[in-house]
């Protein structure tokens, strides 16, 4: 007889990535804005039809080659880890206990959103915050279990305080993703030589790099000259791994927690390249959660967050 974890995961397994769209949107509304937008760039970052792709392969080396993958694209490798640009992370371990209670138990109601939202209260109730900062962490903590199976999710996470060394309030946070450098005391007479920063670790006050005003991400990135490849062997040039700088490869593609207004709208030559690469999550849009660093132009300060793979999962075809 199968376990009530397993019939659990068989439910989730009935969403594809279409039902999973409509859960999101019907969510949104209710996320905190501080994860309002990490939430869309971590579905992006995790999409269900790359796992789905890899998990019915007969050949999983041979399609990893055919879509060209680099990087840690597997999500049962970073269980625990996938999440931490969230601010929802630091409460990731009361949130899997939670889930795993749940899916152990008899769920009120066959509808996604509503067992996703029951379990963000739950969790929320416990702690005693408001449940909107628990509900974008909830919907990934959710299709976290659908990809990796209920044994896999059900691993304790470590014994760390998750995020906790993240000291900024969710508005000091929204705060500081809408402030602008300075520009010294004659800053009202600069033009095109204006420059912000990009920070693509939030938690992290280090890890950030100078930008001029209407320069690309990528060429910015790589002036920074730091290590990063010991770290990541995509970065060969800064933080932002790259090849091509010209839209070609795709190796560049970020996830933009900024507001939409901080760059560049995409360009038609990024609209039709990110068709063929296939990213989730990039609708051609100015407020676009997915952008190519090499195409984006900085009109501010921009808060990014780097995927840990990249590929053309376009060649999978049919709704990402």
Known sequence: MASTESLFGAYLDRHDARAWSEVLDLLEQSIHAVDKRAVRVWFAFFPLSLHDALASSTDAVKTIQELRLSGSFRLEEQVDTSHQFLYGHRYWREVKLELNRYAAGSPQSLKLDEQIVEVARQTASRLKVDASLLLGMTA??????????????????????????????????????ARDDGQGLLGFLRTIDKQFSVNFRESDREARFRIINDQDLTTASARDKRDYVSRDTRCIEGPIPVECRTAACGTCWVGVLSESHKLAPPAPREITKMSDFGYAGFNGQPDSPIRLACQSRARGNVSIVIPPWNGIIGKLGGSQ
């Open 140 to 177: 990934v903590a959710f299709m976290t279990f659908q990809q990796v199976g209920h044994e896999r999710f059900r691993e304790s996470a470590e014994d760390r305080d998750y995020g906790k060394d993240w000291k900024l309030s969710p508005d000091q946070i929204l705060a500081s993703r």
